[in-house]
């Protein structure tokens, strides 16, 4: 029997945020191969029985090499394997979904793409930021703040600043004062509403808001860190307004769920919809 590879999107850290038909494939799955950032709450979703990868650990700060990736998803697959690929956000917005997508089909191996809510968009939805709106803007940019090794941005910052629609960028904590200075050099106005949003849609989200000159002064002073996204455009400016997230009922409250596994999840569920860090804690069955 011929195995195959579903690439799934596992979305931004909420465990809610994963779709229905990503858990259903990771129901089916005999091997998981997935990704730091994933959430503890979608990981205890792999079946019992079921073979989990881990290809984002990081030892001496290497994670497993994109080459060896490709390499297990094809020998798994080759073995006859239901193999899902769980990645963050979207497998393709900046997910290498399809660098592993070519050795798959090289190979004539059955695979299907089961997208995902990408951090890009809910990110910004959980900080109050709605990436479009009609009265401002008309484009949304999703742009790579990620340089190679050595090199400056590859970044064409005078189209983005014509284009005049909402700058979102990810991989882009290391590289904010280069995207910040790159803007302002294109002719973008110093007072532009900014924001961050640090480990969005998960119970410990931060946002840090200004304007694009003070951004990388309030980052610092906050201590944003990866992963977080940063958002450039009018749409920031009502953040403060429409930040539902942190006004949840149990935001900031971290809670242990010590029901049995199989009871557990209903539970965990509502209370992580009113904001709760929740933590479940397995027991004897
Ligand atoms: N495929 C992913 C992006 C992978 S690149 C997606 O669609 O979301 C990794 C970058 O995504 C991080 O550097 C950060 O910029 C962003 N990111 C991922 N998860 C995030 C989160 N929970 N909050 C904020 N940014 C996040």
């Not at 990704?35 to 700060?61: F, N, T």
């Not at 450039?232 to 009502?238: E, L, T």
Request: with cysteine.
């Amino acid at each position: 029997m011929s195995g195959n590879v579903i690439l799934v999107g596992a979305g931004p850290g909420d465990p809610g945020l994963l779709t229905v038909k990503g858990r259903e494939a990771l129901a089916q799955a005999e091997v998981v191969v997935y990704d730091r950032l994933i959430s503890p709450a979608i990981l205890a979703m792999i079946p019992e029985g079921a073979e989990a990868i881990d290809v984002g650990k990081r030892a001496a700060r290497h994670t497993v090499p994109q080459r060896e990736i490709n390499q297990i998803l094809l020998r798994k697959a080759q073995e006859g394997k239901h193999v899902v690929r769980l990645k963050g956000g979207d497998p393709f917005v900046f997910g290498r979904g399809g660098e592993e997508l070519e050795i798959l089909a090289e190979n004539g191996i059955d695979f299907q793409v089961i997208p995902g809510v990408t951090s890009a968009v809910a990110a910004a939805a959980y900080a109050g930021i709605p990436v479009t709106h009609r009265d401002c803007c008309s484009s949304l940019h999703i742009v790579t703040g990620h340089r190679r090794e050595g090199k400056a941005l590859d970044i064409n910052f005078r189209a983005l600043v014509q284009g005049g629609g909402t700058l979102v960028f990810l991989m882009g904590v290391g590289a904010l004062r280069e995207i910040v200075s790159g803007l302002l050099e294109a002719g973008m106005a110093l007072d532009t509403p900014a924001a961050m949003v640090e480990r969005g849609t998960t119970p410990r989200q931060r946002r840090c808001g200004g304007t694009l000159s003070n951004l990388p002064e309030r980052a610092a002073e906050m201590g944003i860190s990866s992963p977080a996204v940063i958002v450039v455009g009018q749409v920031c400016a009502q953040a403060e307004k429409f930040d539902w997230f942190s006004r949840l009922p149990l935001k900031g409250r971290r809670i242990l769920v010590t029901r049995p596994k199989e009871r557990a999840g209903a539970l965990s569920e509502k209370l992580r919809a009113l904001g709760a860090d929740v933590t479940e804690f397995p027991c004897i069955r």
